[in-house]
C-alpha cells in the first residue's frame, strides 16, 4: 500500500598536465546527487509535486462528485469515511471489506459504469485485502490521481504498509495524506496525527489530530474530548 540510492559524484579529483604544470579541469560532467529518502516523519515537508509525479499528473484536481448510482460494490466495499459514498450506506473500515464478496461485484459495476471513481476505488479497498496488491495499487492510484480524496488517503496507507520495500514510499505516503486533508478528508488527519504521536512528537500530533476533530471526524472528537 518505490524509495532509491544516490548517485555518487564523478570526478573528485582533477588530473595533473602531463608537463606537472598543476591540475586541469576535469572534462567530466557533474552529477548530482539526489535528494536522500526520508528516513522519519520528523524530518518531512510537504511537496504535492512528488506525489505528483508518482501519479504521473502535474496536478491532481479537485474531484467534483459524480452521479453513478449504489450498487453491489458501494455495499460491500465503501469507504466508511467516504464522503462520496452513497448516502443510504454506512460504508465499511477497509479490514472489514471481504475481497472474496467485493471483487466480482465491483468489476461488474465498473464494466458498467468504467469512469466511476467511487467504484475505483472501492475495487481497489478490495483487492487490497488480498495479496493482489498491484491491482490494488493501480486501482488506489487512479481514482487519486483524479483527485478522489479517500483514494489519495487509502493509498497512502498502502504506501505506508510497503514503506520497507522502497526508501520513497514513506515520503509518498505522507504527502498524500496531506492533501487528502487539504481536500476535507479528515481520517488522514488523524492518521497523520497517530503517525507523530509514535514518532515522539506530541506537538505536531495535536495539530493535526485537532484539525481533524474541527472538521467533523468522531474519532478524532474522541481524542481531543
Not at 18 to 27: D, K, L, N, Y
Request: hydrophobic share 40%.
Amino acid at each position: 500500500i518505490s524509495l532509491v540510492s544516490s548517485l555518487l559524484t564523478l570526478g573528485d579529483e582533477a588530473p595533473t598536465d602531463i608537463h606537472g604544470e598543476g591540475a586541469v579541469e576535469s572534462a567530466q560532467p557533474q552529477i548530482s546527487e539526489p535528494a536522500k529518502p526520508l528516513e522519519t516523519i520528523l524530518d518531512f515537508s510537504p511537496d504535492p509535486s512528488k506525489l505528483g509525479m508518482y501519479l504521473g499528473a502535474d496536478t491532481i484536481p479537485v474531484y467534483a462528485g459524480e452521479q453513478t448510482p449504489a450498487t453491489d460494490c458501494d455495499r460491500l466495499a465503501a469507504g466508511l469515511y467516504d464522503p462520496h459514498k452513497p448516502t443510504s450506506l454506512e460504508g465499511l473500515a477497509s479490514y472489514d471489506v471481504n475481497p472474496e464478496l467485493a471483487i466480482e461485484p465491483c468489476l461488474a459495476a465498473l464494466q458498467d459504469h468504467p469512469t466511476s471513481l467511487r467504484l475505483t476505488f472501492s475495487l481497489a479497498r478490495a483487492y487490497a485485502n488480498t495479496w493482489e496488491s498491484v491491482a490494488a495499487f493501480e486501482h488506489f492510484k487512479t481514482a487519486a490521481r483524479a483527485g478522489y480524496s479517500a483514494a489519495l488517503s487509502e493509498l497512502g496507507d498502502l504506501l505506508m504498509y510497503y514503506r520497507d520495500l522502497d526508501p520513497q514510499n514513506l515520503e509518498l505516503a505522507l504527502n498524500a495524506y496531506v492533501l487528502a486533508s487539504e481536500r476535507g478528508y479528515w481520517e488522514a488527519a488523524q492518521t497523520l496525527g497517530i503517525a507523530y504521536w509514535q514518532e515522539g512528537d506530541p506537538k505536531t500530533a495535536f495539530n493535526w489530530i485537532h484539525k481533524a476533530a474541527q472538521g467533523g471526524h468522531g474519532p478524532a472528537m474522541g481524542y481531543v474530548a
